[in-house]
């Protein structure tokens, strides 16, 4: 198996040597083995691998199906949950035509106005949708994770434009699905109508919930709904201690709730003192569930 030093890959993949490892620095692509010596060293699969997560298709043979390349992104959109329950051959025909972005930390995928390409899947990273009002403050509508859809209901407007914004919080993989593709499967296949409207009135049933929280509850109420969500896929620490780790930041889970960061900081504080959670940063503990859930 050729191996290739870190100047032979860039050379191979089009950039110099300090822009390949500038994007291993920021997260834009994943890290590959090194030798004894500690210097990376590149594969052809770590090649092909890179140049989707760059978002750039990987060369065939002339004539020759990718039938690997079709069966790794088939298997990506199998995961998500408005595909799980498609036909075979209907994946087929949205995985024949869907290609691999990658996006740095900080980046923005769109912005109001900007016009909706295709569907975006994410595979890797962390996204951020969220809207601006007038006055400047950011509202996040949801924090999007691998497997997940985001700016989907831009297809169906009349202007095909996006409403809100979206920001990588890390580096990020995306797999679009071109607009027009989609909308020729679409009119072909009840199957994909009908598990995209099934995804689309979930979101509308979770904003609304979002909606209904903001109204009727405190600062804390959410936030203690929100510490029980991520309870669901915490570690469980003797009776009744739970441990999680939070997936954002204060500031960006402050925007999440509808909050300030200095309301949200003083609110875990409190919990704190109560006794109801232990710990710093992204690592808590849980230590009355049950207390939580009752606020």
Not at 6 to 22: D, I, K, P, Q, Y
Not at 153 to 174: V, W
Request: overall charge positive; proline content about 5%.
């Amino acid at each position: 198996m050729r191996v290739y030093s870190c100047s032979e890959a860039a050379g191979l993949l089009g950039v110099s040597r300090n822009t390949l490892l500038r994007w291993f620095r920021e997260g834009r692509i994943s890290g590959v083995s090194r030798d004894r010596r500690g210097w990376r060293s590149f594969t052809e699969a770590d090649l092909d691998r890179i140049r989707r997560e760059l978002g750039s298709p990987t060369p065939n043979a002339p004539g020759v199906v990718d039938s690997q390349r079709w069966s790794r992104v088939r298997e990506w959109l199998r995961q998500v949950p408005a595909f799980r329950s498609l036909p075979e051959a209907v994946l087929l025909e949205l995985a024949a035509s869907a290609r691999f972005k990658g996006f740095l930390p900080g980046q923005s995928l769109f912005s109001p106005g900007d016009r909706c390409l295709g569907l975006p899947v994410l595979v890797k990273g962390r996204v951020r949708v969220y809207r601006v009002t007038e006055g400047g403050r950011e509202q996040t509508l949801a924090v999007v994770t691998p497997c997940q859809t985001l700016g989907e209901t831009s297809l169906f407007r009349p202007d095909a434009q996006y409403s809100s914004n979206a920001t990588c919080l890390e580096g990020s993989t995306l797999l679009v699905v071109p607009q027009s593709r989609l909308r020729e499967v679409l009119a072909q296949s009840p199957e994909l109508s009908w598990s995209l409207l099934s995804s689309f009135s979930q979101r509308v049933e979770a904003l609304e919930a979002r909606i209904e929280e903001m109204a009727l509850l405190s600062l804390d109420q959410r936030l203690a709904r929100h510490l029980m969500e991520l309870a669901r896929d915490g570690t469980p620490l003797g009776s009744r201690a739970v441990q999680i780790e939070l997936t954002m930041s204060t500031t960006e889970l402050a925007s999440l709730l509808g909050g300030a960061r200095e309301s949200l900081s003083r609110a875990l504080m409190r919990f704190r003192r109560e006794g109801l959670i232990q710990g710093q940063g992204r690592q808590l503990v849980l230590l009355d569930p049950e207390a939580l859930a009752r606020l």
